[in-house]
């Protein structure tokens, strides 16, 4: 069992920035890729960012590259999404996951390969 628990979320200004944070805590922390999902009132969770279990390869779709970054850091069983030039769109509440994964790769963007989730942290942007 892996347990994560996210921080960070809050309210900011469009173009402003946030830091998410997640802590895991359980299991090898480095035997999980791990991601980031979002998701809106009425809407289907979406995928954010991935990253592998070293932290050497990342994954974002286009709605967000060039825009957030995702790291962890595997001494603190941490994982991070910085977000930047945050638009009115991207608020919803944020999810971290993890997925295990026998190799160093960032895996499958889909909900279902990730087998635990954190509570959530809503993330609120004003235009």
């Known amino acids: 069992q892996v347990q994560l628990v996210e921080s960070g979320g809050g309210l900011v200004q469009a173009g402003g920035s946030l830091r998410l944070s997640c802590a895991a805590s359980?299991?090898?922390?480095?035997?999980?890729?791990m991601g980031w999902f979002r998701q809106a009132p009425g809407k289907e969770r979406e995928f954010v960012a991935a990253?592998?279990?070293?932290?050497?390869?990342?994954d974002y779709p286009d709605s967000v590259k060039g825009r957030f970054t995702i790291s962890r850091d595997n001494a603190k069983n941490t994982v991070y999404l910085q977000m930047n030039s945050l638009k009115p769109e991207d608020a919803a509440v944020y999810y971290c996951?993890?997925?295990?994964?026998?190799?160093?790769?960032?895996?499958?963007?889909?909900?279902?390969?990730?087998?635990?989730w954190g509570q959530g942290t809503q993330v609120t942007v004003s235009s």
């Open positions: 359980g299991r090898t922390f480095t035997n999980y890729a």
């Open positions: 990253i592998s279990r070293s932290g050497g390869s990342t």
């Open positions: 996951a993890a997925s295990f994964r026998m190799d160093d790769k960032y895996g499958s963007r889909s909900v279902r390969s990730f087998g635990y």
